[in-house]
C-alpha cells in the first residue's frame, strides 16, 4: 500500500467506490483476468466491506485501485496493487490480444461463448483448409514431372476468377444477412465444408480438374460472402461502448490465431494419412463434422436483440398467450437455425407481408371496407384467399409492420377457434385490429424492459409499397 497523489503514468477510470475490486471474484475465468474490476460478481454490501470506511471514491487502474479518502477536511490518497503471479502476467498479456478493452463491461453476456466456439470453428477450419489445399494441388499436377506449369497457373487462374465472380452473384441476399445472421452464417460454414470436399476428392479426377475447381471456388466465394457479411450484425449485437471497432480486431485476431493452430494440426494429420486414401477420408470427415459442430454452438450461443421472423413470432405468440415477453436469452435458445427457419409455415401465421393491393382487395367493396378501417394505419391486414395479406403504405416504418405481425397473431388465435376458411373473416379482422389498438403499446414497452430491440426489425418486406389516405397528398 503506498500513499500518494495521482500520476500520470497510470490513468484510471473514476467509478463509484461501490465497484469494489481487490483481484479476486474471477473465479477459474483466465477471460476475466484482463479487467477483473468488472468480473467480481459479488453483492453491493460485498464490494463496499472491501474499502476503508471513510473511501469517498475509488479509481482503478491496471494492476490495483486507487482510493480517495477525506480525513480531517483532507484528501489522501491509498494505492494499493494486486499481487501479480507470473501466471497472471502471462495472462492479463495473452488477453489484450483476444479481448475488447473493458471486459466484460463493454460487450454482451454471450460474447465469451460466441469467441470460444468461434476459435474451436477456425481451428478445425484450418484443417479442412489443409486437406483442400492438398488435394488441388495434387489434382493441378503439383510434384508430377509431366505437368505443364503453364496450363497449371493458368487454370488456378481462371479458378480464382471463377470464386470473385461467385462473391459478387451472392451479394444480392441483401438484408437477408441481418435478419436471419445465424442461418447464413451455419450455412456458410456448410458450403465451405463442402467446396472443400470438392477440392479434396479432384486428384481423383484430375482430368476434369478445372471445372471441380470452378464450381469449389464459386461455393468458397458465397461461403466468403455470407460468413463476412454475418459477422458486422453479430459484433454489432456485442456492443455496449462505441467499440465496433475494437471488437472486430480482437475478434479477427481470435479467428488467425485458431485458422494458424488449426493448418498446423492439418499438416500433422495430412502427412500421417498420406500414405493411406481410407485414414485420410476419415481424418477429412472428422475435422469436418467439428467444423460444423463448432459453427452450430458459435451461432446458437448468440443473443440477437433484434426481431427477424422467427423472434416476431415467437415474442409475439408468448405475449398473446401469456401477456409475458420471453428474455433474450431464453427465445435465443429457442430459436431454430436448422432447415430454412424464417419459414413463416413453420410458426404459424403464414403472413405475405408487402402483398398486392389486387390481391387483398379484389373488388370495389372489399377496397373501400379495408381503406376505411385502416385509414389511421400505415398499413393494410385482411385475410384473403386463406392466407394473411399485409400491404404497406409508402411511408411505413418497421415498428408498423410489426403491429402488423401482431395483429396477424391476435387474428390467427381467433382463427383457429372459430375462422372459416371459406370466407373473409372480416368479423376477426376487426377484432384482431381492436385488441391491437388496445395492447400493442404495452407489448412495446415489455419488450423494451427485456432488452428487445422494437426500433430495429428485420421482417424483410419486398419493396412494393402502395399510398392511401394522407399519404395521397404528400
Known amino acids: 500500500m503506498v500513499l500518494g497523489v495521482l500520476s500520470s503514468r497510470n490513468k484510471g477510470r473514476l467509478v463509484c467506490s461501490r465497484t469494489g475490486f481487490d483481484g479476486k471474484g474471477t473465479g477459474n475465468d483466465p477471460l476475466a483476468l484482463q479487467f477483473p474490476e468488472f468480473s467480481s460478481g459479488k453483492t453491493d454490501e460485498d464490494d463496499r466491506q472491501q474499502f476503508d470506511k471513510d473511501s469517498m471514491a475509488v479509481e482503478h487502474i491496471r494492476n490495483g485501485r486507487r482510493e480517495f479518502v477525506v480525513k480531517e477536511g483532507s484528501l489522501q490518497v491509498v494505492e494499493k496493487q494486486r499481487k501479480r503471479t507470473l501466471q497472471t502476467k502471462a495472462w492479463d498479456r495473452l488477453m489484450r490480444y483476444f479481448l475488447p478493452v473493458g471486459y466484460p463491461a463493454s ?5 465469451k461463448e460466441y469467441t470460444l466456439w468461434r476459435l474451436c470453428a477456425f481451428f478445425w477450419g484450418g484443417c479442412v483448409g489443409v486437406f483442400s489445399t492438398q488435394g488441388l494441388l495434387l489434382a493441378v499436377g503439383v510434384g508430377r514431372q509431366s ?15 471463377v470464386g470473385r465472380a461467385g462473391r459478387m452473384l451472392f451479394s444480392q441476399i441483401g438484408t437477408g444477412f441481418d435478419a436471419e445472421t445465424k442461418q447464413h452464417r451455419l450455412a456458410a460454414a456448410w458450403v465451405l465444408n463442402m467446396s472443400c470436399t470438392l477440392e479434396s476428392i479432384s486428384p481423383l479426377f484430375s482430368n476434369f480438374f478445372l471445372p471441380i475447381a470452378c464450381v469449389a471456388n464459386l461455393a468458397k466465394g458465397a461461403s466468403t460472402i455470407a460468413a463476412a457479411s454475418t459477422r458486422g450484425a453479430i459484433y454489432k449485437s456485442f456492443m455496449r461502448w462505441e467499440n465496433l471497432g475494437d471488437i472486430t480486431a480482437k475478434q479477427e485476431t481470435v479467428g488467425v490465431a485458431g485458422d494458424l493452430a488449426g493448418t498446423a494440426l492439418g499438416i ?43 423472434r416476431s413470432h415467437m415474442l409475439i405468440n408468448a405475449y398473446i398467450n401469456s401477456a409475458e415477453v420471453p428474455t433474450v436469452l431464453d427465445l435465443n435458445r429457442k430459436e431454430r ?13 403464414n403472413i405475405d407481408l408487402a402483398a398486392r393491393l389486387h390481391d387483398c382487395a379484389p373488388d370495389a367493396e372489399a377496397l373501400v371496407y379495408l381503406i376505411r378501417l385502416y385509414k389511421e394505419e400505415k398499413y393494410i391486414l385482411t385475410y384473403e384467399r386463406e392466407r394473411i395479406r399485409v400491404v404497406l403504405r409508402r411511408d411505413a416504418s418497421s415498428r408498423d409492420c410489426l403491429k402488423a405481425f401482431y395483429q396477424a397473431g391476435e387474428f390467427w388465435k381467433a382463427y383457429e377457434q372459430r375462422g ?14 381492436r385488441l391491437t389498438n388496445q395492447q400493442f403499446g404495452g407489448f412495446i414497452k415489455d419488450a423494451e424492459r427485456h432488452g428487445w ?10 419493396g412494393r409499397r402502395v399510398v392511401w389516405g394522407d399519404a395521397m397528398t404528400k
Request: charged share 25%.
Open 107 to 111: 460487450v454482451g453476456p454471450d460474447y
Open 147 to 161: 505437368s505443364a506449369p503453364l496450363a497449371a497457373a493458368l487454370q488456378w487462374v481462371i479458378r480464382d476468377g
Open 268 to 310: 500433422l494429420l495430412s502427412r500421417m494419412t498420406s500414405q493411406n486414401i481410407y485414414s485420410s477420408c476419415v481424418a477429412f470427415s472428422t475435422v469436418s463434422l467439428l467444423h460444423l459442430y463448432a459453427v452450430y454452438r458459435e451461432v446458437k450461443g448468440l443473443q440477437l436483440s433484434t426481431l427477424n421472423r422467427q
Open 337 to 349: 437455425v436448422l432447415f430454412k427457419p424464417w419459414l413463416d409455415s413453420l410458426h404459424r401465421p
Open 420 to 433: 372459416d376458411r371459406e370466407r373473409r373473416n372480416r368479423d376477426l379482422v376487426e377484432e384482431s385490429y
Open 453 to 462: 430491440r422494437t426500433d430495429s426489425v428485420l421482417l424483410r418486406p419486398v
